[in-house]
């Protein structure tokens, strides 16, 4: 497909003050990859165009992807601490935590409140002394399907968390169905489901699809500038955008002999997990042409 007149391809602008592109993380540590990941930015167009999680993909995991890093970002990482507080027993866990609900009526458990506590003060709430536990260990209600606490703990969980800073990338999505890509561009304008950079904490700024070329990754991606904001304030004055090479990845269609893959390419998404296979990618210093197209977007 690469290099044929007939593919197009869709800019997307990914910059936000946090972005966050797990690889490789579990919930003790959350890594981020350097550059958004074909699974992370697949998903992002998946909720855009409001697909269920268990539909299967289609034409949109096929597309070829390549991301150009205008501005790199830094890395920035987060302790986090999940649980270890007291959660207040308001009259909706009576209801829709049977678990909580029987604690709290038992007199014989060290959970049960006396009566000084259950004095509503402020009304409607009331401070189980006793109660720690992390809102991370959740489980349906068998008789509800609510959601609930599925273990007690004392102790609060100490995680890792990482994300980029101030980064600020151009992705591009190669298809030769134009009428494709122009639907997850109008969806990325109009998403029907909120939309973030990989993780919940990382709204987007500004524009997301930025426009619609003719051509391959690399071809478009040398023939427009370096995004607004790839030179940030704090830069010299000499380090104008047209003095930028920045690094590109750019989707392989085949296995590359002494490359290592990378386990991103989404089959299908799921709430209690994905599927991914595997991709291969080249890596490019974008040299950006003298006549490259510009920009008029929100930033």
Request: neutral net charge.
């Amino acid at each position: 497909m690469s290099g044929t007149n007939d593919s197009h391809v869709l800019l997307v602008r990914l910059a936000a003050p946090l972005q966050s592109w797990g690889i490789a993380g579990r919930f003790a540590r959350r890594d981020t990859h350097s550059r958004p990941t074909k699974s992370g930015v697949i998903g992002l167009c998946a909720a855009a165009l409001g697909l269920p999680r268990d539909e299967p993909l289609g034409e949109l995991a096929e597309v070829r992807f390549g991301v150009r890093a205008d501005r790199p970002g830094t890395s920035l990482r987060d302790y986090h601490s999940v649980g270890g507080g007291k959660y207040p027993l308001r009259p909706r866990d009576l209801i829709t935590d049977h678990q909580r609900a029987a604690k709290a009526a038992t007199d014989s458990s060290p959970m049960a409140p006396s009566d000084d506590a259950l004095e509503p003060e402020p009304f409607g709430r009331v401070e189980l002394p006793a109660w720690y536990g992390s809102p991370k260990y959740v489980t349906a209600d068998p008789r509800s399907g609510a959601l609930v606490s599925g273990e007690v703990r004392r102790h609060s969980l100490i995680t890792e968390r990482w994300y980029l800073a101030d980064a600020a990338f151009l992705v591009g999505l190669e298809h030769q169905d134009r009428a494709l890509l122009e639907r997850v561009a109008h969806a990325l304008e109009y998403p029907k489901r909120l939309l973030w950079l990989g993780r919940k904490a990382c709204p987007p700024s500004g524009d997301l699809a930025v426009g619609l070329a003719q051509g391959s990754l690399k071809e478009v991606f040398e023939t427009h500038s370096l995004l607004p904001d790839a030179v940030g304030p704090e830069a010299e004055p000499s380090a104008t955008a047209q003095h930028i090479r920045p690094w590109a990845w750019i989707e392989s269609r085949r296995p590359l002999p002494g490359v290592g893959p990378l386990s991103d390419q989404p089959v299908q998404f799921g709430t209690d997990g994905g599927i991914h296979s595997l991709r291969w990618e080249t890596r490019h210093r974008i040299t950006i042409s003298a006549h490259a197209r510009g920009w008029d977007i929100i930033l």
